[in-house]
């Protein structure tokens, strides 16, 4: 099994990005999906999830209405739009899978198992 996360850079504060996470080594269509961040000196963090399906998503507070979660089953890919983009988002980006079948997908981090590289995010102001 293989998250292979992508897409992160310098960006300056406005901006926009998108992270993907290419998944492989596994159905993809069973698996939940989240983005995880960990800022320099702090803990690793939820920042937004996606069902199976593609049909629920959620969101940490800090990044509701500017971040948008999406995915596209035939490319078992999950992407993360980032937008209005502050220096409190410089982190490195995470994507993790779980099998899920259910509703709503968990947010803790501690439930995923399987997990990408990272992909570095840099805001500057």
């Known amino acids: 099994v293989q998250l292979q996360a992508s897409g992160g850079g310098l960006v300056q504060a406005g901006g926009s990005l998108r992270l993907s996470c290419t998944v492989s080594?596994?159905?993809?269509?069973?698996?939940?999906v989240g983005w995880f961040r960990q800022a320099p000196g702090k803990e690793r963090e939820y920042v937004a999830v996606?069902?199976?399906?593609?049909?629920?998503?959620d969101y940490a507070d800090s990044v509701k209405g500017r971040f948008a979660i999406s995915r596209d089953n035939a490319k078992n890919t999950v992407y993360l739009q980032m937008s209005s983009l502050n220096s409190e988002d410089t982190a490195v980006y995470y994507c993790?899978?779980?099998?899920?079948?259910?509703?709503?997908?968990?947010?803790?981090?501690?439930?995923?198992?399987?997990w990408g590289q990272g992909t570095l995010v840099t805001v500057s102001s």
């Open positions: 080594g596994l159905t993809f269509t069973n698996y939940a």
């Open positions: 996606i069902d199976k399906s593609g049909h629920i998503t």
């Open positions: 993790a899978a779980k099998f899920w079948v259910l509703s709503m997908p968990p947010r803790n981090l501690n439930d995923y198992k399987l």
